[in-house]
């Protein structure tokens, strides 16, 4: 689902956007099958493969944000937000709304982190499915999204297919 500090303005994402966060969430949940066969301990080389394969799509994920413009915001770039965060705070150019979103994006980071850390530490096997996870749930509410979008911004009557009052 298209993310940003507008809120209120939400752009759709080109089929290519949608096609690469696709192909990241495969390659995710190529990681995520493997490191669960692995009992969440690669080694070695097979260490190195799942380590190519989550930066290939961490990558992929980086670019489909960056190709889906305006409507979406970077998803990994946590040195950049906090950069944002520090610079907006020590020069007060960021103020209100802004650096609200910035704060809550790093939180966010910062709290998944914490929570991926635990479940390694708990279940090792589970603990490369989260992203996978995630991935496939924003996949899957880009299209209701963009259905509810075009529904309330065209003012038709009956917003959504299959949801208009059936007379008895």
């Known amino acids: 689902m298209p993310t940003g500090g507008d809120a209120g303005r939400l752009a759709r994402w080109p089929g290519q956007v949608v096609a690469a966060l696709a192909a990241q969430t495969a390659l995710l949940a190529f990681v995520a099958v493997a490191g669960a066969l692995l009992d969440g301990r690669p080694d070695g080389g097979r260490r190195?493969?799942?380590?190519?394969?989550?930066?290939?799509?961490?990558?992929?994920?980086?670019?489909?944000?960056?190709?889906?413009?305006?409507?979406a915001a970077p998803t990994t770039y946590f040195t950049g937000t906090l950069?944002?965060?520090?610079?907006?705070?020590?020069?007060?150019?960021a103020r209100g709304r802004g650096q609200l979103w910035v704060t809550a994006r790093l939180s966010a980071v910062v709290g998944g982190a914490a929570c991926a850390v635990a479940v390694r530490e708990a279940a090792p096997a589970?603990?490369?499915?989260?992203?996978?996870?995630?991935?496939?749930?924003?996949?899957?509410?880009?299209?209701?999204?963009?259905?509810?979008?075009?529904?309330?911004t065209s003012g038709r009557r009956t917003p959504l297919p299959n949801t208009r009052s059936r007379s008895l």
């Open 126 to 152: 589970w603990g490369f499915t989260a992203p996978a996870v995630f991935a496939a749930a924003a996949l899957a509410c880009q299209k209701p999204a963009q259905r509810l979008r075009r529904a309330v």
């Open 83 to 93: 950069t944002t965060l520090v610079t907006g705070t020590v020069d007060g150019s």
């Open 48 to 71: 190195t493969v799942l380590l190519v394969a989550a930066a290939l799509a961490m990558g992929g994920q980086s670019a489909a944000m960056v190709a889906a413009g305006e409507g």
